[in-house]
Nanobody, 124 residues
Framework: QVPLVESGGGLVQAGGSLRLSCAAS????????MGWFRQAPGKEREFVAA????????AYADSVKGRFTISRDNAKNTVHLQMNSLKPEDTAVYYC?????????????????WGQGTQVTVSS
């Protein structure tokens, strides 16, 4: 098991920014590709962003490209999602996930471990 804990969610006005963090205790995240997913009420969980084990290579959903940035600090065992220019349609529970796959997984079923999620609400 890889216990993942998200933080940084909250309520923000449209156009604002939030920075989500994901931390793991007891396990090193450098062994995993990391991703962020989100799930809005009544919708499927969808891919947001992913980063390779060593960083450097990232992938984004088209809906967040140019606004969100995923990063990782393996020394601090953390992963971040910087979200700028937020829109009401970004409102969702955001989940951090870890994958044992090599490369840049973007499918939810490619991820092995999940956090409990953090709520992000963007008001118009």
């Amino acid at each position: 098991q890889v216990p993942l804990v998200e933080s940084g969610g909250g309520l923000v006005q449209a156009g604002g920014s939030l920075r989500l963090s994901c931390a793991a205790s007891g396990r090193t995240l450098s062994s995993y590709a990391m991703g962020w997913f989100r799930q809005a009420p009544g919708k499927e969980r969808e891919f947001v962003a992913a980063i390779r084990r060593t960083g450097g290579f990232t992938a984004y959903a088209d809906s967040v490209k140019g606004r969100f940035t995923i990063s990782r600090d393996n020394a601090k065992n953390t992963v971040h999602l910087q979200m700028n220019s937020l829109k009401p349609e970004d409102t969702a529970v955001y989940y951090c996930a870890a994958s044992i796959r090599v490369g840049l997984p973007t499918g939810r079923y490619e991820y092995n471990y999940w956090g409990q999620g953090t709520q992000v609400t963007v008001s118009s």
